[in-house]
Each structure stands twice: as structure tokens, then as C-alpha cells.
């Protein structure tokens, strides 16, 4: 319930401070967004807050030859354009050397020592001036800040996508994390009704076994569980052409770690579920698979929902397994393990960088903001765990 | 391009189709197989219906069973087996005490100490208190969506979001990461941030204080909403102001949720490993645990010591998971 709020000082220190915490959390991300669709070039010569602002630098521009001047009423000139046309440059000053750029102001002009005049205008055009007639070969140099209008762009992302292999990575994720998804959900959902609604021996030493193995870190099962693969791979499933990286190998990886949350949750869920429901349907004479599959599978939809965005997110967004089980390179490398070869060779290349990132983000945000009740469901029944 | 994708997509219904054929038909086979139908004599019926469905349950919970054992179980007890050896042969406890007198486990032993103390405590912090403040605000929604929002970005992908605002260029030139144009407005030398001991370490933990301050948001939120409305009330009577009713009243009713919290957020801590491996790859002295075993196991291709490395991660999880299990057992009775 809402209720209306009296204006406080202590009030407006309350909704600062949460402000200030909002634009904190915001702030990185947003930064990463705005760079990926802004001009490489400028990318890397001013912050991304100065995006909308027209950025400056400074350059230099070597003028025409002798070859270029027109006589005209007895004065010999020179024309020329510091831009390339349709760039919305302009200049903001300029000077005769590298250390004197703000010498002039646009439409200024510079009487040089022989005599002849120079005229920067604010569009780039320039005119030399000359009672004499120009006889030099190689054209003197221009020194100026130009003001480059804000660029953006989605070159980055169609370079990243194509060139720096993020949009294989990405069909490479979907085809590691659907499977992962789906088959951990499948395998703990008929797991979770035996412990919770059936009889039989050993069932209270596995469910403290499964809240147990919730803790397990990852690193105590890599080793062995790559030794068997390799081992695998070696005698006798290369015989069938099988590699021991394989994406039925990183499947079921993900199933055997995701397995534990899975149970749990599942099973919280469905011990909760009436009980009525099950034992009519007992005395009717159905079968433990048929109450599963009519009854106690569609009533568990929301927690079948809260794990699968758990596991989606957890195996879109894990590196670890992907790179122990499923390696770099050889076409398939998901997109966490491009993106962090892209920061090892890339590191400088923000506009390659920032792309990338968002792309690999997109996916996980999109399904967190469609389905966060789901997500937050979950969260609130299994954080025992530790993800 | 388009190939792979239908080799995707196939993969994917196959793995799917396969794993409920097995549920469905094993199912099916027993009521087949052991079928009690054609039997007249009501003994010998109840009988093999006792059978049939005292093997039901081992096919329901027998996958899972199965792949926990191969997946988990085993290869704990493997690992444990391998930290005692060297490159196939028994070496005893040699591998634990190369680690003990090694720069780099030090180093990292004590990073991950560093990060134990401050991840958990500042996303914990930081939670309650958003929680708190937000708890009756009209903007509430759109404030803790903002910030529970990092917790859907990969951790390289955060990662890549901070090393772009740590960025350094050198003093004359302008500044592209925020960090260091903050700095420089307020007058500062701009700096390597990433390379600067010990405060390294700190950078690297904001990015996971970042991410994490929104599950202890939401946990502890939905805690906070479970407080009574009347010692609220009680309280407001009494003339308590916001301060005192946040550390008497609520902190001590959300107190278990802070518990939870606190523990999930360490377990997590304690395996970081994407962050480090992205944002330094252990360099400057920012070493962790879960990164030095990655980089022992490939790198070194020296399965023993990661093992033994593995194994110190696994010890320090053991407290949290005795109690987990014996707060599991306690509720089932």
C-alpha cells in the first residue's frame, strides 16, 4: 500500500540516496551502450558522456601546389577545402604550427613573410592570396581544431557479428544453452516427484544429499570429469569420430552441475502441493507417471519457469564450463569465451569491445525484464544455493 | 552460418526428444513388463503391483541419481585422490606443501580472504539499505529493477563494462574511462587503475558488489514486506525516527534472510573466477584461488596441484554446507 508522503528533509535525503544508487547501478552499463554505437575514431578520443557534444581535434592539412593558383585581376590565388565534403566539420581555430592552434579565429587571416595572405573560413574552405604568382611544388601546411559532429554508427556491431566471430559464437550459445536448459528440467522434475511423493528406500539420505551437493564448487569435479572425457575420447569413442569436447559432452556437464538447484527447488515446490489431489487420484487407480505427467507437471509450471531462467542464465552467461569442456576456437566458442579472447587481443578496440558485450548481454536481459517475477520467485525458494 | 544453425536446432530437439523418450518409454515399459492385468488371484495382483511400483521410483529419480554420482559425487572424492598425486604417482602430502610455501597460492589465499570479507558484506550492506529506503517509495518498481539488473549480465560481459571504466590514457590526453575523467575534473593525475596495488584488488570486487547488491535487494525486500505491520506502526508511535527503526526493528526481524544472504553470496565469492580471469588474469597481485587452479590445470597442465588447489576451495565451503544440510534435516523432521 502507498501512502501519500509528507515532503521531509529526511524524505529528500531518502530519495537522493536512492538516486544516487540508481545512476551508480546505471551508469556502467548505459556508458558500455552508448560507446557501442558511436564512431570508432571518436570512441577513442573523448568520454562516451560527451557523445551529443561535437568532439575536437586537431589536425593538419597540406595546401594545394603551384599548380592549383588562378590568376585574377593581377593577384594570384589559391583555393582549397581542409574537409571532405557532406562532413560537418568545422573549424574552431587554427594557427601556423602544431603548438600555436588557436593563433586565429575562423576567417581570420595570416600575413605570411613574403607577402601572401592566408584565409581559414569556419566550413574549411581556405583561400591563399598573392601579388605574385606562386612557383612552390609541395603546398605548405595548415594547422587547425576541428570540430567533428557526433557520429553513431552500427558499423561496430556489424563488424563484431561478422569479422571478429561473435555472431557464430552466438548460434554457438543458443545450440550449448537450450539443451542445458531443457534436460536438467526434465531429469529433476521426475526426481523431485519421487522424493516428494513417493515411498521408497534411502529417500531422506538423498534429499540431504542433494542440499549438500547445492554447495559442491565447480572446480572439485572439473579435473576428473575432463580426464574421463579425454580418456573417452581417446579409446574409444574416437572410433565412432567423437571428440572429447563435444556438445553432448557440455550438455550433460551442465545437467550434472545444474542438477542439484534443480531438485531442490522442484521439490520445495511440489512437496507443497495438495495432497488430496494426489491421493484421489491414487484411489481412482492412476500411476505415479500418469498423476506426474496430468497433474503434478502442469501445477508446477511457475517453478519449472523460475529454474529454467535460473539454469538459461547461469549456462548463457558461464565461461568456466564452456572453456574447460567445450574449448576455444574450432568454431566453437560461445560468445562469454569470444568476448574474453576479444579482451585479450582487442583491448584497446572499444568500439570492437563495447559491441560485443552488448550482444552478448541482450539475450540474458531481454529474458530477465520479460519473465523477472519468475526469476525472483526462484530466487526467494532456492538461495541456499550459492549459483 | 545457416547450416550450423539447423544443426543446432536439431541437436536441440534431439537431446530434448531423447531425454523424455527415456522417462516415457521406461514408464511404459514397466507397466508392460509387470503388468498386473491378466492376473485373477487378488494376492498374487497386489503382489506384482507392489513390485512395479517399488522399481517406479528408481526410474523417476535414477537419472538424476546417476548423473550426480558422475557428475558430482565421483569426481569430488577423485579430485580428492588427485591432490595427493604427481603426475601419476602418490606423492602424499608434497602437493599441500608446495602450496603452502608458493608465492602465488599465498597470494591467492589472501585475496580470497580479502574478497570473503568485503563482497558479501558490501552487497549486503547495499541491499538493505536500497531495501529499506525503497520499501514504501513510489518509484520503488523502476529503482530496484535499475539496480537487480546486473545480475542478468555475464560476468565477462561486466567485466568488459568495468575495464572500459578504469581506463587509462596517458596525462595530456582526454580521458574515455569515467573513472579517471572523475578524477581528473576534481584535479587528480589520471591512473593505471588495474595495475595499482593493492587497490586492484578493491576495483576488481566493486564489479561484483555491483552485480550482486541486487540479490540482496530483492531477498532481503521481500523480507522487510514480511515484517508486521503493527511493530512498524508501535514503533512510529514511540517517536522512533528512520534510523532507529532500521537497526531495531527490522534488522533484527530480517536477520535470518541477512544469514541466507550473506552465505549465498559467500559460496559465490568464494569460486570467483570469470571477473579475475578478465579483468587481469591474475596479474598485479590480484591472484585468486579459483583462477591460479585454471591456470595450474591448463596452463601448467598439472592436474595434481589444481586438484590440491580445488581442494582448499571445497574445504572453506564445508562449514556452510554441514549447516545447510543439518538446517535441511532439521525441517524434514
Request: charged share 15%; hydrophobic share 55%.
Amino acid at each position: 500500500m502507498i501512502k501519500a508522503q509528507k515532503f521531509t528533509v529526511g524524505n529528500a535525503i531518502k530519495h537522493l540516496i536512492v538516486l544516487t544508487f540508481v545512476v551508480l547501478w546505471t551508469l556502467p552499463t548505459a556508458g558500455l551502450l552508448v560507446s557501442s554505437v558511436r564512431d570508432a575514431d571518436q570512441l577513442i578520443v573523448s568520454g562516451w558522456w560527451t557523445a551529443l557534444v561535437p568532439t575536437e581535434r586537431n589536425e593538419a592539412h597540406r595546401t594545394q601546389s603551384a599548380d592549383a593558383q588562378v590568376e585574377e585581376n593581377g593577384m594570384f590565388r589559391i583555393d582549397g577545402q581542409l574537409f571532405r565534403e557532406g562532413s560537418g566539420r568545422s573549424v574552431v581555430a587554427w594557427g601556423t604550427g602544431p603548438r600555436t592552434l588557436e593563433e586565429y579565429e575562423p576567417g581570420g587571416t595570416w600575413e605570411r613573410d613574403d607577402g601572401s595572405r592566408i584565409t581559414i573560413e569556419s566550413d574549411g574552405s581556405y583561400t591563399w592570396l598573392s601579388d605574385e604568382p606562386f612557383e612552390h611544388t609541395r603546398g605548405i601546411r595548415l594547422f587547425y581544431i576541428a570540430a567533428i559532429p557526433p557520429r553513431f554508427t552500427l558499423a561496430n556491431y556489424e563488424r563484431v557479428l561478422e569479422a571478429e566471430g561473435i555472431g557464430r559464437a552466438f548460434i554457438n550459445s543458443v545450440t550449448v544453452t537450450l539443451p542445458a536448459t531443457f534436460i536438467p528440467i526434465l531429469i529433476a522434475a521426475f526426481a523431485a516427484y519421487a522424493l516428494s511423493w513417493m515411498t521408497f528406500w534411502g529417500r531422506t539420505f538423498f534429499l540431504a544429499a542433494i542440499v549438500g551437493l547445492l554447495v559442491v564448487p565447480l572446480q572439485m569435479a572439473l579435473i576428473p570429469v575432463l580426464s574421463t572425457y579425454n580418456w573417452l575420447g581417446q579409446t574409444w569413442i574416437s572410433s565412432l569420430g567423437w571428440e572429447p569436447r563435444s556438445y553432448l559432452g557440455i550438455w550433460l556437464a551442465h545437467t550434472g552441475f545444474g542438477l542439484p538447484l534443480a531438485v531442490y527447488l522442484l521439490r520445495n515446490y511440489m512437496v507443497g502441493l495438495p495432497k488430496e489431489i494426489m491421493e484421489s487420484a491414487r484411489m481412482d487407480g492412476a500411476t505415479h507417471f500418469k498423476i506426474f505427467i496430468s497433474i503434478v507437471l502442469p501445477l508446477s509450471i511457475p517453478a519449472l519457469a523460475s529454474f529454467a531462467i535460473f539454469q538459461f542464465l547461469w549456462v548463457w552467461n558461464d565461461l568456466l564450463v564452456a572453456i574447460v569442456f567445450l574449448g576455444q576456437g574450432e568454431g566453437r566458442t560461445v560468445l562469454t569465451a569470444q568476448l574474453r579472447e576479444l579482451l585479450g587481443s582487442r583491448g584497446d578496440n572499444w568500439e570492437i569491445l563495447t559491441a560485443g558485450a552488448f550482444i552478448t548481454m541482450i539475450v540474458p536481459l531481454v529474458v530477465f525484464i520479460s519473465m523477472q517475477r519468475y526469476f525472483v520467485r526462484g530466487m526467494l525458494a532456492g538461495s541456499v544455493k550459492g549459483g | 552460418m545457416l547450416q550450423q544453425l539447423i544443426l543446432a536446432l536439431w541437436a536441440i530437439v534431439l537431446a530434448i526428444g531423447l531425454s523424455a523418450l527415456f522417462f516415457i518409454g521406461s514408464n511404459l515399459l514397466l507397466d508392460r513388463v509387470l503388468t498386473s492385468d491378466h492376473l485373477r488371484d487378488d494376492d498374487a495382483r497386489s503382489q506384482r503391483d507392489d513390485i512395479r511400483e517399488s522399481i517406479r521410483p528408481w526410474i523417476f529419480i535414477g537419472p538424476a541419481l546417476l548423473l550426480l554420482a558422475l557428475y558430482l559425487v565421483v569426481p569430488v572424492f577423485y579430485t580428492l585422490w588427485l591432490s595427493l598425486n604427481s603426475r601419476g604417482e602418490f606423492v602424499g602430502f608434497a602437493n599441500y606443501l608446495w602450496a603452502f610455501n608458493n608465492r602465488g597460492f599465498q597470494i591467492s589465499v589472501r585475496n580470497n580472504l580479502l574478497w570473503l570479507f568485503v563482497v558479501p558484506t558490501f552487497s549486503t550492506i547495499f541491499g538493505l539499505l536500497i531495501a529499506y529506503l525503497t520499501d514504501r517509495m513510489w518509484w520503488r518498481n523502476i529503482a530496484r529493477s535499475l539496480i537487480f539488473l546486473p545480475m542478468a549480465i555475464s560476468f565477462v560481459g561486466a567485466s568488459v563494462i568495468w575495464r572500459f571504466i578504469y581506463d587509462y590514457r596517458g596525462p595530456g590526453d582526454d580521458q574515455i574511462g569515467l573513472l579517471n575523467a572523475v578524477v581528473v575534473a576534481l584535479g587528480g593525475d589520471p591512473q593505471a587503475w588495474i595495475a595499482l596495488q593493492p587497490l586492484n584488488n578493491f576495483l576488481l570486487m566493486a564489479i561484483m558488489v555491483w552485480i550482486q547488491t541486487g540479490f540482496a535487494m530483492v531477498l532481503l525486500g521481500a523480507a522487510i514486506r514480511g515484517v508486521p505491520e503493527d511493530t512498524i506502526e508501535a514503533a512510529n508511535m514511540d517517536g522512533a525516527n528512520e534510523i532507529q527503526m532500521l537497526f531495531k526493528i527490522v534488522i533484527p526481524q530480517v536477520w535470518g534472510t541477512i544469514v541466507v544472504v550473506w552465505t549465498t553470496i559467500t559460496v559465490l565469492v568464494l569460486k570467483i573466477f570469470d571477473v579475475v580471469l578478465a579483468m587481469t588474469n591474475g596479474q598485479w597481485q590480484t591472484q585468486v584461488l579459483a583462477n591460479l587452479m585454471f591456470d595450474i590445470m591448463f596452463r601448467a597442465g598439472d592436474f595434481g596441484r589444481g586438484s590440491t588447489v580445488a581442494v582448499f576451495i571445497m574445504l572453506a565451503v564445508l562449514p556452510i554446507m554441514w549447516w545447510n544440510v543439518r538446517q535441511a534435516r532439521k525441517e524434514m523432521g
